[in-house]
Structure formats: structure tokens, C-alpha cells
């Protein structure tokens, strides 16, 4: 009895030392972002604890995933470069050798002919032209029309035009890119939030909600009553935002929503 009893125990700690820290590993494998990937976090809780717990974050991550995958999903306005017709990409290739040689009227000429398209790209370069003042008289507020339609017409995707000169806009004091602006940062907040957690995911996704609410707060005070519609959200969004989760606040903007129903009534 005592021989089997000494048998167990020694298969007991072969198992803890050797097969559950091997098979805890694999998990830790998958899961490097996870607040489970410093070992020494590991020391109060036992293995199958923490076993279990990768495998729900694992589960969870699969989700959030999915959610990005169906996100990143083209949408019906958006022109890939692979929906370009062979005419299409000769001009590109002709505004792009153009643009190397200075000739910045050609460029405008033909992003002009491929924006009557629909095509995201030819906004995109419309609106560097214009910000850039290459070929055409500098206007920001121009560069910001063609950048914002291509933002548009991409699916709310590569923001990072369109930001730039909305943030420069807003400094500038011009109501509509401060509101835009703060909805760019906010739509940024919102995607950060579902993916991997990182180290410097949390501290990001804080400091852009905080830049977001700053300046929808900024428009709604120089006269846009709609932005009090995304901060009312925000300040009720406890699971994506808990660090900006208030009651009195969402109770605040949703009041000042609620005038702008009635005005439009």
C-alpha cells in the first residue's frame, strides 16, 4: 500500500513538474499579449486554473478576430486596385511616372478623369496635391474634402490623410473638422479596443477616447449640438471605455442630445 501510494505520488509530481508546465507552455505560446504571459503571475494560482483561463482568452480572442476580419471586409463603395480596369492602371502608372517628373499637371488631369470613377486613390492624390499646393494653389480645406471622400468611399479605413488635416483644421478653430476629427479618433478607439490585448494597448485606447472627447466637446461648444451624441455614448461605454465611464456625464450629453431632437422637430 505504501509502495503504490509512493508510485502515485512520484506520477503526481512527474505530471506537475514535467506535463502541465509543457502543456501550460503551449498556451503561453498563443497567448504572448496576455496578462497570463509573465510566469511569475502565474505563482498563486494552480496550473489547471490557468490552463482554463488561456483557453476562455483564447476563445475570446477567436471572436474579437472574427469581428476584425468581418470589419477589414471591403464595403460595397470601395474600389481595390484589383477592381481597376486596364485603362485604369496605365493612368496610374502614367500619373505616377508624372509625379516623379514634377509634371503635377498631368497628375491632376488624370486623378481628376479616374476621382469621376469613384476611385479612392485618385482622392487621395487630389487631395496631397492640394495640400501640398503642387500643381494647384495650396487649400487645406480642399485637401480635406478629397481626403475625407476617399476615407468614405474606402469604408471607413486608411484614416490617416484624413485625420492628419482634420487635427490641423481643428487647431485652426473650423467647427466641422474638430467634430470629424473627434469622431476619427473615436472610430480609431473602437477598433483598437477588439483586438490582442498588448501592454500599450490600454494606455492607447485611453489616450485616444480622451483626445475624441476633447474635441467633440470642443465642436459641440462652438455651436455643433450633434456632437453631444457620441460623447453621451461614450461616456456610457463601460466595457470598451471603463476609464470614462460616468453616469452624470452620459446623463449630461444625452440631455443635450435630446435639445437637438427637439429643434429638429
Not at 80 to 105: H, I, M, N, P, R
Amino acid at each position: 500500500m505504501i509502495g503504490n501510494t509512493a508510485n502515485y505520488s512520484t506520477l503526481l509530481i512527474f505530471i506537475v513538474s514535467f506535463v502541465l508546465p509543457f502543456q501550460a507552455q503551449a498556451f503561453f505560446d498563443d497567448f504572448l499579449y496576455s496578462e497570463f504571459a509573465r510566469m511569475e503571475r502565474v505563482s498563486d494560482q494552480t496550473m489547471q486554473q490557468v490552463i482554463r483561463e488561456l483557453r476562455r482568452q483564447r476563445h475570446l480572442q477567436q471572436q474579437q478576430q472574427e469581428k476584425l476580419d468581418k470589419a477589414k471586409t471591403p464595403s460595397k463603395n470601395a474600389l481595390s486596385s484589383s477592381a481597376l480596369t486596364k485603362e485604369d492602371k496605365v493612368l496610374q502608372v502614367e500619373s505616377s511616372k508624372a509625379f516623379w517628373k514634377g509634371d503635377y499637371a498631368t497628375v491632376l488631369k488624370i486623378q481628376t478623369k479616374l476621382s469621376f470613377k469613384g476611385i479612392p486613390a485618385a482622392f487621395d492624390s487630389l487631395g496631397t496635391l492640394y495640400e501640398s499646393g503642387r500643381g494647384v494653389e495650396k487649400n487645406i480645406h480642399q485637401a480635406f474634402a478629397y481626403y475625407y471622400e476617399a476615407y468614405r468611399l474606402n469604408g471607413g479605413r486608411h484614416d490617416g490623410n484624413i485625420m492628419r488635416v482634420a487635427d490641423y483644421l481643428a487647431n485652426q478653430g473650423d467647427i466641422k473638422a474638430t467634430k470629424i476629427s473627434g469622431l476619427l479618433h473615436l472610430r480609431r478607439a473602437e477598433r483598437e479596443v477588439v483586438k490582442p490585448w498588448s501592454p500599450f494597448q490600454a494606455s492607447y485606447v485611453q489616450t485616444t477616447i480622451d483626445k475624441s472627447t476633447d474635441l467633440l466637446t470642443r465642436a459641440y461648444n462652438m455651436g455643433d449640438i450633434g456632437s453631444a451624441i457620441p460623447l453621451a455614448s461614450i461616456y456610457n461605454n463601460k466595457k470598451s471605455f471603463p476609464k470614462s465611464f460616468d453616469q452624470e456625464k452620459h446623463k449630461y450629453w444625452l440631455n443635450k442630445a435630446q435639445d437637438l431632437k427637439d429643434k429638429q422637430k
